[in-house]
Structure formats: C-alpha cells, structure tokens
C-alpha cells in the first residue's frame, strides 16, 4: 500500500479521474464543464494531462514523504559522505522516496565543514526584500491562473480566461480554441510567420481605412505579405552577419609569469550527468594542463558554471599553480564570485568555496569572456560525455580539443 500510495502520478490516472466527473456538473473557473474535456479529449487530452501532472508534481515537491527508515535524532550530517564531501547517495536513495532523494541530492554542498545558514529560495541574493515578495506573489498568482487553462500555457491563461468568458455561443467558442490549436498542429513555421504578416496587413489595412485613406487592392494580400517578410528576412539576416563579426573575440594569452585558467561546463540532461572542462596556459599559449570530468545533475546553468568554477580551481590547487587568471564565459556566475552578496544565496557553499581556493592559489583576477574565447574549455567540457573517470593531460595535445586548440593558436599569430 505504501508504494501505490507513493508512487509518480501517470496519465492514465488523470484520463480515469477526467472520465469518472459528471459530465454535466458545475463548471470550474474556465467555465467549461466535464463534458467538454471528456467529448474532445483526443484533442486536448494532452494539454490537459501535462497541466494537472505539472501541478500534481508542484504540489508532491511542496509534502516530504516519511522517511523509508526513520531513525532518532537524525542530522543532515549523517547524510554526507565525509570523505569526497558529497551528499552519501547509498543512504539518500535508501531511505527517503525518490522525488524526495532526487530533490535532496540537487542541494549543492560546501567542500568545508560550515555552519547552516538561512536564506530565502527565490532571489538570487538569498535575502528578502519588498520587491522579492512581489515577484513571489506574482509567480504564485500565475500559477493559480494556470490551473484554470486547460490547452497548455504557451498562449497564456490569460488568453484563454479572457476566450471562455465571451458571450457567444460555446460552438464558436471551441471553433477558436480548435482553430489556434490547428495553426500550430498544421502549419509549419514558414507558413505560420507568413499567416500573421496576412493578419497584420489586414489589420493595418482596416485602420488605414478607418482614418480617411484608401483601401487597396484585396488581391494583392498574399503577395504583399511575401515581399514584407522576405525584406524582413533580409535585413534581419545582414543586421545578425554584422552582430556576428562585432561578437567574436579570441583567446588571449595572461601577460608576464603568471597563468590563464579556462573554465567550461556542459550539461547533459539525457544521462543526467555534467561535464567540465578545464585548461591552464603560459603566456606563449602552452598548454601547461587540461582536465576533463565529469559532475552531479544540476538545476540550472548558473549551478553548473560554479561547480565548474570550484572544480577548476581546486584542479589548479592539486597541480601546484599560482598567480591565475581565471576565465568562464557565464556572466552570472563571474559577478556572483565579485560580490559578496551571493554568500547568502542557494549557491552561497560553493561561492564561498571558490573565494577560499582563491585567495589560496593567489588568483589575480575573474573575466567573463565570450564563448568563442572559451572553445577549449568547451570542448573539454563536451568530451566529459564519453568518459566514466577524470582524464588529465600534462604538457601535450588535447585530441578532444585539438581543432579548438589550433584556432587558438591562429589568432595569436
């Protein structure tokens, strides 16, 4: 009974559920009742299902189940593994549920004995303030009008609130929810981008005619529409050709004695699995050492650059080097390691970790670089896929990252 009562919710359970309501019983806050998710569920069953299980799972996320093990006077401590510093994944999965040990093993850990501390989950500073506890009642206020959509929230619930409401008959009703659902079902991306310029132009066309001007030509709609988005199209691919020159930076060498260390991390959700990528060089461009591993799953990329970040760095303790100039290309992550106010967030562990490596090895300076600066460290990062134990090299080629090395070594000359 226990595992039935703890198990995932599935998307049969939802249908069942759907089907068992009265058909005809009082409608919930979207003004359709039962009947109309039962008669079109081939259409929208899938809209539907993916709603109720994402706040099924909001809600399971909110509730700790019972430990499988319960035990006295238990600690966070005991569910450490002391020895790497890392969450002790035998115990964990052992005796908690497996949403529970999924969302516990997330929570990332000081490589330092610290003392708890607390902050507030939903800022990036892990402090309260007055403008934190308005987004957080907003977020919670979309929510609540999530729940009342039933065709996804890709249009908004808004959107489809305001659709249910209107005072006309519920045919026409469900003709414009079927028809948007059809535009994205049935048109692909080319067509949908030439049907809104149709629409644009025609609204264009009734406001110019509502101000005094002159209708023209209705035949001429299609081909207006084409030679409009083929002259956006134009223009936007020139402007991104320029960007694209403008972005590029390459790589270049640390000035005098000291080194140049490049930090990367590559997330990969389908093994559920992270990679890092490390590279230090003198200032000719040598490379002095190179690293690839492999890290736990994450929450987000801001996650994954810190805990590349404070690989790196202890990487570079290990090996002996000083005087560092350290390099990653996630701007979020160089200026939460800038300030101080980033101690106290849900990553404030591992900052702090990082300013104490730091401070140890003697860095002279965090820069936050352009991806195209950082292509070594990235393909290092990358090649973390293919392997099950760290690989280090000493002085000598990297094959992972040997194109990105040669580029490299082509804007220093």
């Not at 981008?193 to 110019?208: H, P």
């Not at 736990?296 to 990487?315: G, H, N, Q, T, W």
């Amino acid at each position: 009974m226990q595992n039935i009562l703890s198990s995932d919710y599935s998307v049969k359970e939802v249908q069942v559920v759907l089907f068992q309501m009265g058909s005809m019983k009082a409608p919930g806050s979207d003004g359709m009742n039962a009947l109309f998710y039962q008669k079109y569920w081939h259409i929208a069953g899938n809209d539907v299902t993916a709603v109720v299980l994402d706040f099924l799972i909001l809600i399971t996320n909110w509730i700790l189940h019972p430990p499988m093990e319960e035990e006295c006077e238990w600690q966070v401590s005991d569910l450490i593994d002391w020895r790497t510093n890392c969450w002790d994944l035998e115990i964990v999965q052992n005796k908690f549920q497996r949403v529970d040990a999924d969302a516990i093993l997330r929570i990332p850990l000081s490589h330092r004995q610290v003392l708890d501390e607390i902050f507030l989950l939903h800022t990036k500073s892990g402090e309260y303030s007055v403008k934190s506890s308005y987004h957080i009642a907003r977020l919670i206020s979309r929510q609540e009008e999530n729940k009342a959509g039933g065709s996804g929230e890709e249009f908004g619930s808004f959107v489809w609130s305001k659709l249910w409401k209107l005072h006309m008959p519920n045919k026409i009703k469900v003709f414009e929810w079927r028809l948007v659902d059809l535009l994205q079902r049935c048109l692909d991306d080319e067509e949908l981008e030439l049907f809104w310029v149709q629409c644009w132009l025609i609204w264009n066309q009734r406001n110019t005619t509502v101000h005094g001007g002159i209708i023209q030509d209705p035949s001429r709609l299609n081909q207006q529409a084409k030679d409009l988005l083929e002259e956006f199209r134009v223009a936007h691919q020139h402007l991104m050709v320029t960007d694209m020159a403008a972005s590029v930076q390459s790589w270049r060498p640390p000035s005098g004695d000291s080194y140049k260390l490049n930090f990367n991390a590559a997330v990969f959700e389908d093994i559920g699995s992270l990679g890092f990528g490390v590279i230090i060089r003198n200032y000719r461009g040598e490379v002095m050492v190179a690293l690839s591993a492999k890290g736990p799953v994450v929450s987000d990329s801001e996650e994954a650059e810190a805990l590349a970040c404070r690989r790196a760095l202890e990487f570079a303790v290990d090996a002996g080097f000083e005087e560092l100039v350290m390099e990653g290309d996630n701007a979020m992550v160089i200026k939460s390691i800038s300030s101080l106010r980033a101690l106290r967030s849900r990553l404030g562990n591992v900052y702090a970790n990082i300013h104490c490596l730091a401070a140890g090895s003697r860095c002279l300076s965090f820069g936050c670089v352009k991806h195209t600066a950082n292509i070594v460290a990235h393909s290092l990062a990358r090649f973390a896929r293919l392997i099950d134990e760290d690989i280090i090299w000493m002085e000598e080629s990297l094959p992972p990252a040997i194109d990105a090395l040669y580029l490299d070594s082509i804007s220093l000359n």
